[in-house]
């Protein structure tokens, strides 16, 4: 024992050399056992990581696969969203309240699909069934409860890829006429224009009805197209189905689309130059801030019947709006009432006043419609012909030369419009709508605050004017006069609204008549079958002769809320307006 000692404290006390490289070996051992060990788990931590990376991207490949299947669906079948696919396995889910479709109750397990033309990582087809282990799968769920009042659907889809499941939610809505601050079908003054061509002008109708490229072109010879010139400013997207006609340096700060074949691309995808994309009026220098280039043509529906079914108690959806007959002016009030004169209706709805009602106030139908009709033929009064002055709460006035065009019989549903709106609703005529006053929201451009002013025919700015010289039947030369209980006239108006007329023009009431009234200000978005002029103006200097400027700014809040019950183009797709991922839904 007493050997052992000393041999081991003789190699410790360095006598030896074996007892170093022993130690040495040892600790190299371990040390290199550790190292291997930390490589082996970091390596496995790594694969795991990375295995996880990648199924968290593949569970949100799998919910876009989700939208892209529910939007493929709703533009093959526009009434998609209206009821429940059974045979849908992506939109099967457990129903624990309410009226149950296709049998489903409170045991039905979610539905979830593969995602089309794909395999398994084993290169099994994930349409087989059972789904194979490792196919990207997505289920759906659909809500459709503001559909018919703002035409949004809300689609929340959950995608998964083994253990990992990611759920994005999405506002669907097709493609609309609020998706533009200015759309215009053709590019030229209506050819119902009574003091432009006359009244039944049956030349007009045939010579300027079409478009300037159409087989059968617009005689530009004898229509009045309209330019756009200096101190025009475009603040948003703009669409027309026509060819732009341009000069001196008008300024479009949106992105600027045409159906003008000549600035489609070519076979190579390749677009023109910009200068063919419109048409030049005389030394044209337009700044297109977003660009100019070629889309199909956007079509306008025949008639906003569908606003008016929203004020029948036995077609709306919910609580009906509010129907009025006969001219009839509406004053908003910025604590959320409308005034209203309207001498002709002879009954109401419930909340919508009393028959015949004069200055009488009452709620907004928020998120609803208001509808001018037209009297009906069994209606005895009033006599056909125009309203007396001041019978429709102060208008028309006395000496006003449009009574010369026709614009104010008194058995159209002419809807007069003005005021301070705080709410959501859509005013909706057979006949017209003017605006007699500032239209603005209560509480500004950044507020809840929605108008849709939807006109069968024109959608028009009062401009009320005193003929002073007569050549036939048109007045020649004539003078502004003042707003009733004012003292100027109507100069500089601001309208915050959503315009659409579906047969003739977003106009100026005798646009060429009078001095010039300063800038025609509009927020929101503006869309008509014809080209609406608001003024007229020197080619050589570009100011206004009479009329307005234009400034019009775009209300983005559209693009994802347009005003309740808005129509929409005929024939238009489904896209995304809005993306966000949420907490996964399963």
């Known amino acids: 024992m007493h050997r052992l000692v000393q041999r081991l404290r003789s190699r410790v006390d360095g006598s030896s050399e074996e007892g170093f490289a022993m130690i040495l070996v040892i600790g190299t051992t371990m040390v290199l056992t550790l190292i291997v060990a930390v490589i082996l788990a970091y390596a496995t931590l790594s694969v795991l990581r990375s295995r996880h990376e990648q199924d968290y991207l593949a569970a949100i490949a799998a919910a876009q696969a989700g939208i892209d299947d529910y939007l493929s669906r709703l533009n093959a079948d526009n009434t998609y969203w209206q009821t429940t696919d059974c045979a ?30 794909t395999t398994s990582p084993t290169g099994v087809s994930c349409a087989s069934t059972p789904t194979p282990v490792g196919c990207g799968i997505f289920h759906y769920d659909v809500d459709t409860s503001q559909t018919l009042s703002d035409g949004t659907i809300w689609l929340t889809s959950s995608g998964r890829s083994k253990t990992v499941t990611r759920s994005v939610k999405v506002s669907v809505r097709e493609e609309g006429f609020t998706d533009f601050l200015y759309y215009s079908d053709i590019e030229s003054v209506d050819p119902a224009n009574r003091y432009v061509y006359g009244v039944n002008n049956g030349n007009a109708q045939a010579k300027c009805s079409h478009h300037y ?17 200096d101190n025009d400013v475009i603040n948003g997207p703009l669409h027309t189905n026509d060819a732009l006609l341009i000069t001196n340096n008008p300024t479009f700060n949106g992105p600027v689309s045409t159906s003008y074949p000549a600035c489609a691309p070519n076979a190579h995808g390749q677009p023109p130059p910009q200068a063919t994309c ?20 956007v079509q306008l529906p025949p008639t906003n019947s569908a606003l008016r079914a929203q004020t029948d108690p036995t077609t709306a959806t919910g609580t009906p709006g509010c129907l009025f007959t006969g001219p009839t002016r509406l004053r908003f009030n910025s604590n959320g009432t409308m005034t209203v004169w309207s001498p002709y209706t002879l009954s109401n709805s419930i909340g919508c006043g009393s028959a015949q009602p004069s ?26 012909g125009d309203c007396a002055a001041g019978a429709i709460g102060g208008y028309p006035q006395s000496g006003d030369v449009n009574y010369d065009y026709g614009e104010y019989d008194c058995r159209a549903g002419t809807a007069f419009v003005s005021g301070q709106l705080s709410g959501r609703v859509t005013v909706g005529a057979d006949n017209n709508i003017i605006v007699v006053d500032d239209l603005t929201y209560a509480g500004g451009t950044n507020g809840a605050d929605s108008l849709g002013l939807v006109a069968n025919n024109s959608v028009e700015v009062y401009h009320p004017v005193r003929c002073t010289r007569w050549q036939g039947q048109t007045c020649t030369t004539g003078t502004n006069m003042d707003l009733p209980g004012q003292s100027s006239a109507f100069t500089n108006p601001v309208i915050d609204a959503a315009i659409l007329s579906l047969a003739h023009s977003v106009a100026v009431q ?13 927020f929101g978005a503006m869309s008509q079958k014809y080209r609406g002029a608001v003024g007229t103006f020197s080619q050589q200097t570009g100011d206004t002769s009479t009329g307005y400027y234009k400034s019009y700014s ?3 809040r559209l693009k994802y809320a347009p005003p309740p019950y808005y129509l929409d183009p005929v024939q238009t797709a489904y896209g995304v307006t809005t993306f966000a991922e949420v907490r996964a839904v399963y």
Do not use: M
């Open 554 to 556: 775009y209300d983005t």
């Open 510 to 522: 005798v646009y060429p008549l009078g001095n010039p009234l300063g800038t025609l200000n509009v």
């Open 359 to 384: 200055n009488v106030t009452i709620p907004v139908p928020n998120n609803n419609v208001i509808y001018i009709q037209n009297v009906p033929s069994r209606q005895a009064t009033p006599r056909s």
């Open 88 to 117: 849908n396995v992506a939109e099967r889910h457990p129903v624990t309240s309410g009226t149950a479709p296709c049998g489903w109750n409170r045991t039905t397990p979610v539905g979830w699909s593969p995602i089309a033309g």
């Open 278 to 297: 419109y048409r030049n009026g005389g030394s044209a220098h337009p700044v297109f801030s977003k660009g100019i280039s070629y889309a199909s043509e």
């Open 213 to 229: 490229w159409d087989n059968s072109p617009r005689d530009t010879s004898y229509c009045s197209d309209i330019y756009w010139t």
